[in-house]
């Protein structure tokens, strides 16, 4: 038996890079998995990856950002599967800038995507969470919440959902739902491939490790906290970043 047999998991911002390679990662421990993403073309390509893989995978298109969204979001798949096990917030977006020269639309969409649409995720499958007594949460934040150059509005962002993480894990822990943050590093994904071969290096010259992380080490990470074997673990902040030093 696989250690997520029976559950059913939503990964917000699944299209691609580390949401699809939790959504793999979960499939593969036998969650049925639901792809979460406003790019509903990629979110259904995503799933028909995972679906040709022999996976159960299906796929909903939402803005999180939207609190309607992320309602009818977390409505419909305990519609279409009876409840909701595990959800992990991962959806997010960058819009870099110097703290000088940032306008200030580039600091609200960040924020509206990768705060508040966390919290309008949160609470929606929190409430039905707390009548079954039993989820996992588990949100992404980065490592960018030590503060990064050019990234005031993400990294503000990123540190948010750590506090709201903590204050999550008080709130619930009674009702037996853990609530975890992720914090990943430099990881391949088609963001990171498009910076400059000068940055990776350098990027990766901080990694204790000596390599760039990939999607699949952010997914191992999630899946082992969506299963039982992490049931004591909750208010945590597990750094995946191979040591990486900022």
């Given at each position: 038996?696989?250690?997520?047999?029976?559950?059913?998991?939503?990964?917000?911002?699944?299209?691609?890079?580390?949401?699809?390679?939790?959504?793999?990662?979960?499939?593969?421990?036998?969650?049925?998995?639901?792809?979460?993403?406003?790019?509903?073309?990629?979110?259904?390509?995503?799933?028909?990856?995972?679906?040709?893989?022999?996976?159960?995978?299906?796929?909903?298109?939402?803005?999180?950002?939207?609190?309607?969204?992320?309602?009818?979001?977390?409505?419909?798949?305990?519609?279409?599967?009876?409840?909701?096990?595990?959800?992990?917030?991962?959806?997010?977006?960058?819009?870099?800038?110097?703290?000088?020269?940032?306008?200030?639309?580039?600091?609200?969409?960040?924020?509206?995507?990768?705060?508040?649409?966390?919290?309008?995720?949160?609470?929606?499958?929190?409430?039905?969470?707390?009548?079954?007594?039993?989820?996992?949460?588990?949100?992404?934040?980065?490592?960018?919440?030590n503060g990064?150059?050019?990234?005031?509005?993400?990294?503000?962002?990123?540190?948010?959902?750590?506090?709201?993480?903590?204050?999550?894990?008080?709130?619930?822990?009674?009702?037996?739902?853990?609530?975890?943050?992720?914090?990943?590093?430099?990881?391949?994904?088609?963001?990171?491939?498009?910076?400059?071969?000068?940055?990776?290096?350098?990027?990766?010259?901080?990694?204790?490790?000596?390599?760039?992380?990939?999607?699949?080490?952010?997914?191992?990470?999630?899946?082992?906290?969506?299963?039982?074997?992490?049931?004591?673990?909750?208010?945590?902040?597990?750094?995946?970043t191979g040591?990486?030093?900022?």
């Amino acid at each position: 038996m696989r250690k997520l047999d029976g559950k059913i998991a939503l990964v917000t911002g699944a299209a691609r890079g580390i949401g699809f390679g939790i959504a793999e990662k979960l499939a593969e421990a036998g969650a049925v998995t639901a792809l979460s993403d406003v790019n509903g073309e990629g979110a259904e390509a995503a799933a028909k990856r995972l679906q040709s893989a022999g996976f159960n995978a299906d796929f909903i298109v939402a803005d999180v950002s939207k609190r309607e969204d992320a309602q009818k979001m977390i409505e419909t798949i305990i519609q279409r599967h009876g409840t909701i096990h595990i959800l992990v917030n991962n959806a997010g977006i960058n819009r870099d800038g110097m703290l000088h020269k940032m306008g200030i639309d580039a600091w609200d969409e960040v924020i509206a995507v990768n705060l508040t649409g966390v919290f309008n995720c949160l609470q929606a499958a929190a409430i039905h969470m707390r009548e079954k007594e039993y989820g996992r949460i588990i949100n992404i934040a980065s490592a960018s919440i030590n503060g990064n150059i050019g990234q005031a509005n993400y990294s503000a962002a990123k540190a948010g959902v750590i506090g709201l993480t903590k204050t999550a894990a008080k709130e619930l822990g009674k009702k037996k739902i853990t609530v975890n943050a992720i914090v990943p590093g430099f990881i391949n994904t088609e963001m990171t491939r498009g910076v400059p071969e000068k940055v990776w290096d350098i990027m990766a010259q901080k990694i204790l490790l000596g390599y760039v992380g990939e999607p699949s080490d952010v997914g191992n990470a999630a899946a082992f906290l969506a299963s039982d074997d992490a049931k004591y673990i909750t208010s945590s902040v597990i750094e995946v970043t191979g040591g990486m030093v900022l």
